[in-house]
């Protein structure tokens, strides 16, 4: 079942995560005529400006989230460059293939990465590009840690019997070995650490809400949606060191084989 977004908040906290694909996008080269894969749009930020990359090409745009697909749309609405499409990636078909695959901040709340690059590598033309950004090993460690530690705790316990998260932050060598047994060839992956500070407890609380906890809230009832992101910001207000969620990406450049 695709997570559930709320489109409007993710829109107005999300600026490290479009911060990082503005870097990302920026160190890319095009032509400007591709036909080019967002992968996990979300509501669109990081799209305009690949878009504005490939004047002479198109755009598809594609996320599993109803509310992020119809951010984009109501973003992108008369561009007929731009076609969003409401599609989960393990099922990605977007028609013919097509030049380039572009992804930030998505692919690490996918669990199954040899699925996911097997269907990208399908999508992609012989010699096609992949190039994503997502979480990597160590991502949000902290949180993570203050996260398990709060999820133990009342009132939240029963609602976490048996949980597995279901988010994947590899490594560069594990990601490598996964884009090639898919397909791909002049594989390239680099872990970066993106530390990202926060101003009070409060702020850091609604930003956990609002994207890092995403999955963990769908286990609780909407009431205990704050209260549960509250006590994890103060988890991780009480660690040594800043206050801040300590994001680790890794990237990833590849090539769909010719043959």
């Known amino acids: 079942m695709a997570l559930e977004w709320d489109a409007a908040s993710y829109e107005e906290l999300a600026d490290p995560m479009t911060r990082w694909g503005a870097e990302f996008l920026g160190s890319l080269e095009f032509r400007g005529d591709e036909v080019v894969v967002d992968a996990g749009c979300g509501t669109g930020r990081v799209t305009e400006l690949l878009v504005e990359r490939v004047p002479e090409g ?11 697909v119809e951010a984009a749309r109501r973003r992108f609405a008369g561009d ?4 969003v499409v409401c599609q ?45 950004q ?17 999820m133990r705790e009342e009132p939240f316990r029963r609602y976490f019997e048996g949980w597995e998260d279901q988010k994947e932050y590899p490594d560069p ?10 397909g791909f060839e002049r594989v390239e992956t680099w872990l970066l650490e993106k530390p990202t500070p926060f101003d009070s407890v409060e702020k850091l609380a609604r930003y956990l809400e609002a994207v890092i906890l995403r999955r963990h809230l769908t286990k609780l009832p909407k009431s205990e949606h704050s209260p549960f992101a ?12 800043p206050l801040m969620a300590d994001y680790v990406r890794i990237n990833m450049l590849a090539t769909r084989k010719e043959a």
Do not use: Y
């Open 58 to 68: 198109a755009v598809v745009a594609v996320d599993a989230s109803e509310a992020m």
């Open 88 to 132: 989960d990636l393990l099922e990605l078909d977007v028609g013919e293939p097509v030049d380039a695959i572009f992804s930030t901040a998505t692919f690490h709340w996918i669990k199954d990465h040899e699925r996911l690059f097997k269907k990208l590598a399908e999508n992609l033309k012989p010699g096609g590009r992949l190039a994503a």
């Open 173 to 182: 060598e594990t990601t490598r070995a996964r884009l090639e047994a898919a």
């Open 230 to 241: 509250e006590r994890v910001a103060e988890k991780v207000s009480s660690q040594d060191g």
């Open 134 to 150: 997502c979480g990597g090993a160590g991502n949000v460690a902290r949180v993570q840690r203050a996260a398990e530690e709060a």
């Open 80 to 83: 007929e460059r731009v076609r």
